[in-house]
């Protein structure tokens, strides 16, 4: 199969969109298809066309993040992407290359597949600054439910909390397949890490080897939650002045949120942004993986920790209660107390944490990338499959008018 992936955002970046694009591609490349993608160019002016499987558009900075916008209709682009003979689109943004993506699909008369990936009305905020809450969610669930149901062919989500967005909020009564993002879970096998290299991430950040580690990595901003880990640290340090609270990654909040913790010293540790490809290393320096986090389509982070056989404590969510089993491979919690009492759990009984880890290891590996690209080309399939019912119901249709025309002349 020759499959097109339009996506606003693409390695090198690095968000759960990016990161769930770039796993699917690789995996269904080692099932065997052609994958080509379609992105935005960091750059204003110029196409970027250096790989003969990716197209890259020139994109506008939106000022939220790494994302940029592109034009909707790309003529640079549309002649190479002909050349394809895709047969299927697979978009992962409602904006400029999503509508790109339906454009496409139209003009090359194929099935798209959509996956919604973000729960926009837990990021108004970011537009509306507190103003007009209440109307600009009723804008994104107009446009949500017009891109998702009135232009594509089947619908992925990601977890049961975003199919339930669609089937009670918006009365979505299309198809919806819940298929979790898959990830490349070795990536985190502790067999595949160059623990030289977590040696010296200990040295740079001044982490003992009795110091108990609290990993949280993702974007520092203000729907992670950040905040309630940093609360609640005051307290756990005061349990055990080892604990250390390390915090992964870059994003809006993070000289706010250095200032809030700067009272409890090295006991709370900021990396700032790394490499994707360092990633996995920092698993490893951590006892356990904490989210406060209630904005989450699935938590990707989350199952990267238990690819690195670490627990994991996360709030009591619908992106989380469906991976997380109670008391197994981690805990889950609804407010501060119970938080606090998950974390004490751990520091004070290392090897119910080991063993603990040891199960979020197994557990990980129903969530690999080759289990979500074969999940996702059923979906192809069922797409491709509709579209050729279709296709005979229509030349049944005109073949009977045909002949009815020809019956009635006579």
Request: aromatic residues 12%; charged residues 30%.
């Amino acid at each position: 199969m020759r499959i097109g992936l339009f996506t606003d955002t693409y390695s090198p970046q690095i968000n759960g969109v990016a990161t769930s694009v770039l796993m699917l591609e690789r995996a269904l490349r080692k099932l065997g298809h052609e994958v080509f993608v379609v992105t935005v160019n960091n750059d204003i002016l110029s196409y970027d066309f250096g790989d003969k499987f990716v197209i890259r558009i020139p994109g506008v900075p939106t000022g939220i993040y790494d994302y940029r916008l592109s034009g909707i209709y790309p003529l640079k682009a549309i002649n190479k992407i002909k050349k394809w003979n895709l047969d299927i689109i697979h978009s992962h943004t409602e904006f400029s290359i999503g509508t790109f993506a339906r454009i496409m699909a139209k003009k090359l008369d194929i099935p798209i597949v959509h996956t919604y990936h973000t729960m926009y009305e837990d990021y108004v905020h970011y537009i509306t600054k507190g103003h007009f809450d209440s109307t600009s969610k009723k804008i994104v669930e107009y446009f949500t439910k017009f891109y998702c149901d009135k232009t594509v062919t089947e619908l992925i989500v990601p977890t049961k909390k975003t199919y339930d967005l669609f089937k009670e909020k918006y009365k979505y009564d299309r198809n919806v397949h819940i298929i979790p993002t898959g990830i490349e879970v070795e990536r985190f096998y502790k067999e595949n890490i160059d623990f030289k290299k977590v040696v010296s991430l200990k040295e740079k950040y001044n982490i003992k080897e009795d110091d108990f580690v609290i990993l949280f990595v993702g974007r520092i901003a203000k729907e992670k939650s950040i905040d309630f880990l940093i609360d609640n640290q005051i307290h756990l340090v005061r349990k055990n002045k080892k604990c250390k609270l390390l915090i992964v990654g870059g994003g809006p909040d993070l000289d706010e949120l250095k200032k809030k913790s700067k009272k409890l010293g090295d006991n709370v540790i900021f990396t700032g942004k790394v490499p994707w490809k360092d990633v996995p290393n920092y698993y490893h320096l951590a006892s356990c993986f904490a989210t406060a986090s209630h904005t989450e389509t699935q938590g990707l982070t989350v199952i990267e920790a238990m690819a690195a056989g670490i627990p994991v404590v996360a709030l009591d969510d619908e992106s989380f209660n469906t991976v997380i089993k109670e008391g197994i491979d981690g805990y889950l919690f609804n407010d501060k107390k119970k938080y606090r009492n998950s974390i004490i759990n751990l520091m004070s009984n290392k090897e119910k944490c080991v063993k603990m880890g040891a199960q979020a290891l197994l557990s990980s590996n129903q969530y690999s990338a080759k289990y979500y690209a074969e999940k996702v080309l059923d979906v192809y399939n069922l797409a491709l499959k509709g579209r050729n019912t279709s296709e005979k119901r229509g030349f049944f249709r005109r073949a009977k008018d045909i002949f009815k025309r020809g019956f009635h002349e006579k």
